[in-house]
């Protein structure tokens, strides 16, 4: 089927990097995932399996150890085994064929770009640098000018390292080198927005990020900021001070990383950020006001979050009698103490909040709307909600989301849910307003 160039589609949310670009541990400090991924030996055992569903001996063997250690079946081993496949393509250009197969052809692609080299799982074959200029080239083809729009990762560890494991990482793609770089192939269009990804070991109110977000607010540049607990996430052990959180004059649980995570991907930490008054009381009197960066909420908190919602609503229903136009903005709603966690608002409340407080945030629908069991609450919230309709963006996350349903499948189960209003709304309408930036304008 093909779609007019005026009323093409965009899918706001996809990966195009290679495992040339992950470090060996970014899974498990435990296990080189990445080195073991590099034997081409061990690939080929599995190249098949997506397709032809059958394992081998060896294949139902590690099936074997998979389900011991980690309680999965069949179905899921065979879904990792096709995450695998994508990451193994020998290019981001062929990663990017690949998901064009699934679209008309005049479909827009935002690939989000990751560094990945400061969350303690060592280098990645390929440095970050490299990644950008492969990804540059690909943008330069006439063929994929006007349907890519990547998005350049920014970390404030690399725009400035402060302590002996950031500074250790890198010695010349940081500071105003990279900083110059990141603002340069926004002006040339290379690039069209930034990536956030506070879970690899930050806050996104970082003060390092200033002149990033005072340079995305004056050009309107859009940011997309994964918002989900998740398997990639840091991998050292915090100090004392790095769990110092400075809103909530709390320090923060001394939890592991995979748990520890929330505290640094948490949406209440993007009022923090655009709350102006309350950016002062860390930033200082002089703090910019950010209550207009254009910014999206990927993943809108995650499936389980979107489940606490629906089974869990006590708390909803009790911060809801506040006298408060945002209730679950509060932070006094962020209760951090163990016992009393039943009581926090569900992340999609909150992301739901800022949508509406905010006029420049979003949320993308991407991985999380693979369990199929949420397209109903998606439909009805954009239905009774016309701020949080204009706001809400089509998005999968390919080829991450390959570990748990097909890109087609995803596509098909939204799209037919919704309906073609809401579906033009989500992946034609609101992408492009949200995709567009004073140096290019999306159409």
């Known amino acids: 089927m093909s779609t007019p160039a005026n009323n093409r589609f965009f899918n706001t949310h996809a990966h195009c990097f290679t495992y040339d670009h992950v470090p060996a541990y970014f899974i498990s400090k435990y296990v080189a995932v990445s080195w073991l991924l590099s034997r081409r030996w061990l690939r080929n055992l599995f190249v098949h399996v997506p397709e032809t569903r059958k394992l081998g001996f060896w294949g139902k063997l590690l099936l074997a150890i998979a389900s011991f250690i980690f309680r999965i079946n069949k179905d899921m081993f065979i879904r990792y085994l096709n995450f695998v496949k994508y990451g193994d393509r020998s290019s981001q250009e062929d990663i990017i064929k690949t998901m064009q197969f699934y679209y008309p052809k005049t479909t827009g692609f935002v690939f989000l770009t990751m560094d990945m080299e400061y969350m303690g799982a060592g280098l990645p074959p390929t440095r970050f640098e490299k990644q950008l200029t492969q990804l540059e080239g690909i943008k330069r083809n006439p063929a994929w000018t006007d ?8 970390d404030p560890r690399r725009l400035q390292p402060r302590n002996s494991r950031e500074v250790a990482v890198e010695k010349e793609f940081i500071g105003s080198a990279f900083e110059n770089k990141l603002k340069d192939y926004l002006r040339d269009k290379i690039y069209q927005g930034i990536k956030l990804y506070p879970a690899l070991g930050y806050f996104p109110f970082d003060k390092r990020m200033k002149s990033v977000y005072d340079f995305a607010v004056e050009n309107n540049i859009p940011l997309t900021t994964h918002c989900i607990m998740g398997a990639v996430h840091f991998k050292y052990e915090l100090t004392v001070g790095e769990r110092l959180h400075p809103f909530l004059n709390a320090t923060l649980p001394e939890l592991k990383p995979a748990e520890f995570q929330q505290f640094y991907t948490h949406p209440l930490n993007y009022e923090c950020l655009l709350n102006h008054d309350l950016l002062k009381t860390y930033w200082g009197e002089d703090a910019p006001d950010y209550s207009k960066l254009k910014i999206c909420l990927g993943h809108w908190g995650g499936e389980e979050e979107w489940n606490n919602y629906i089974e869990n609503a006590w708390s909803d229903v009790f911060f809801r009698k506040r006298n408060s136009a945002w209730p679950s903005l509060e932070l006094d709603n962020w209760i951090i103490t163990e016992g009393d966690k039943h009581k926090n608002l569900s ?14 945030v979003y949320a993308d629908i ?11 609450l998606l439909k009805f919230t954009l239905e009774i909600d016309a701020k949080i309709r204009e706001r809400v963006l089509f998005g999968t996350d390919f080829y ?9 499948k995803f596509g098909i189960n939204v799209r037919s849910f919704l309906g073609e209003t809401l579906f033009h709304q989500i992946a034609v309408e609101n992408p492009r307003r949200f995709l567009s930036n004073n140096f290019n304008n999306v159409g």
């Open 147 to 154: 349907l890519i729009y990547p998005f350049i990762f920014c």
């Open 366 to 376: 991407s991985y999380t709307l693979e369990d199929e069991k949420l397209l109903p």
């Open 347 to 360: 992340w999609f409340t909150i992301i739901c909040d800022l949508m509406r407080k905010y006029e420049n």
């Open 400 to 408: 991450v989301v390959s570990k748990a349903i097909s890109e087609r």
